[in-house]
């Protein structure tokens, strides 16, 4: 939703995204994809990993909790 807005608020006043100025957001939405902005996000193969991961653990009897750093990854779009 943010990143419609500011992408309305700069087509608004006449800035041209990629050209005058470059715009990147967090997260990969179906909202910047569709606007073709480019993202920090996540990969997906290693989130569902560490998920895996965490509920086999789990099941085995493994009751600590876990802290998992993941990785940003930059998705390019036009957009910067």
């Known amino acids: 939703f943010l990143t419609a807005q500011t992408v309305n608020f700069l087509r608004s006043r006449?800035?041209?995204i990629g050209e005058?100025?470059?715009l990147v957001a967090y997260d990969d939405s179906l909202i910047?994809?569709?606007l073709g902005i480019t993202v920090v996000g996540h990969n997906e193969?290693?989130?569902i990993a560490e998920i895996?991961?965490?509920m086999e653990r789990a099941i085995a009897g493994n009751k600590?909790?876990?802290h998992i750093e993941?990785?940003?990854v930059l998705?390019?779009?036009g957009s910067a």
């Open 32 to 34: 910047a994809q569709a």
């Open 14 to 16: 006449g800035i041209a």
């Open 45 to 47: 193969e290693q989130i």
């Open 64 to 66: 600590t909790r876990e």
């Open 70 to 72: 993941l990785d940003p």
């Open 20 to 22: 005058d100025i470059g």
């Open 75 to 77: 998705i390019e779009r």
């Open 52 to 54: 895996q991961g965490m």
